[in-house]
Each structure stands twice: as C-alpha cells, then as structure tokens.
C-alpha cells in the first residue's frame, strides 16, 4: 500500500477547463490534518473500512465507492460537467480511509482479518507531501503536455516539489472539449497554509491559464 510519486512537467494549451479532486471529511469542515497521530489514523482506517464492510453486492460496493468520490470532490460534479473546474487533494486522512476499504475488501476475499501493520500507517503519518490530482480538457489528445500547477495564497504562489508527466488525452463523452488528460503533483506541506482559501491555478505552454478555488479550511 503506498501513495503514487511521480515526476516532471507536461502541456498543450487548448480550449481548457480543468478538472481535478480534492479530498474532503464527512465530518464538520476543519483544515487540513497535517499532524495526525496513530490514534487518529486507526480512526480514519475504521472509517473508511465500516462502509465496505456492509456493502453485501456489488451495487453496494458500487455506491460506497461513489459516496466516498463525491465525498473528496470540489468544484464542478463531473458526471454533470466533465469538464467543469474540480479538485482532489489527496491528503493523509484520504489515503487512509481508501486504504480502510482495501482492508475490508482484502478481508471478505480472505476470509480473515486483514489490517494495516502500524510501521506502514506511520509512513503515512510522516508523509511530508500533499498529492495533488489535476484533470484536464483540451481538443486534442496531447494537449496537456507542459501543464504546470500551482497555488495561490493572497500573495503567494506555492510551486509544487515534483508534478508527474500528463497521461495521453481520453476522448471526452460528454459536451465540451473533445479530451481528457490528468497529471500529479505533489506539495510539501511545510510550504502551503492549510487553513487558506486558495486558487489552484493551471499553466500551459501557449500562456494559457485556468484556475478554480479551494477552500482547504473544509479539508481534513
């Protein structure tokens, strides 16, 4: 079980709207959980893995698995604008949690209890980097090579530490630009106020720009 690293730049400029997800609590709104201890992080496990445990067919397994989406997501509802500006910040209570469903899903499949050993829930605690996932729409299958992030605090812009290359566009199903894209980066978080509303800004090559706020006090 570990998070994805990826790195490099990518982008194509085109006509853009950018996508993402961000990774928000069923729990009152509260800033990011930079500092969680190994209490806080069973808790989160237990959270994650409840729901799974009580998902009997494969349509429930569906639904929490789409509850648990729409329980990241910001922005714009892709099944309604797949194309609309959204986020995910996949912080360390996300992870957590996602890795709670694996833990029930591993256990019916086992017939056993399968829990994370405590070693792997501390890397995650001492995780020192915010994952950020970025989608994108553009009218051709390249065009988000070279797309850059970044956010925007008042007056600070925060430059990710690494962002991974953008995969090749998917065509769009649905109304808008003709493909969809997505990269990674990731954000040291001793870099960035947890408690900030913030833009995140997208860059392209052709000097292009697309951005869409996030309001990381409602992000645990």
Not at 8 to 37: C, E, F, M, N
Not at 114 to 131: A, C, F, G, S, T
Not at 159 to 180: C, L, T
Request: contains cysteine; aromatic residues 8%.
């Amino acid at each position: 079980m570990r998070c994805k690293e990826m790195t490099g730049w990518g982008g194509r400029g085109g006509s853009l709207a950018v996508l993402g997800l961000v990774a928000l609590a069923a729990a009152p709104a509260q800033a990011i959980d930079v500092k969680l201890t190994m209490d806080d992080a069973k808790k989160a496990l237990v959270a994650g893995r409840e729901p799974m445990e009580k998902a009997d067919t494969p349509e429930d397994v569906k639904k929490v698995m789409q509850h648990a989406s729409l329980a990241t997501r910001v922005g714009s509802d892709p099944e309604k604008d797949p194309c609309g500006a959204s986020a995910i910040l996949r912080t360390k209570r996300f992870w957590l949690e996602s890795f709670g469903r694996k833990e029930a899903a591993e256990t019916k499949k086992q017939k056993k209890d399968v829990r994370m050993p405590d070693d792997k829930i501390q890397k995650y605690l001492d995780m020192p980097n915010l994952e950020v996932e970025v989608q994108l729409c553009g009218d051709d299958e390249y065009f988000s090579e070279g797309a850059q992030v970044a956010f925007q605090q008042g007056s600070k812009t925060v430059k990710p530490i690494d962002v991974s290359p953008a995969d090749k566009g998917r065509k769009n199903e649905g109304q808008g630009p003709s493909y969809r894209s997505r990269f990674t980066a990731r954000f040291a978080y001793d870099s960035f106020d947890p408690n900030a509303k913030t833009k995140v800004q997208v860059y392209f090559p052709d000097g292009k720009m697309s951005e869409f706020e996030a309001d990381f006090s409602k992000v645990k």
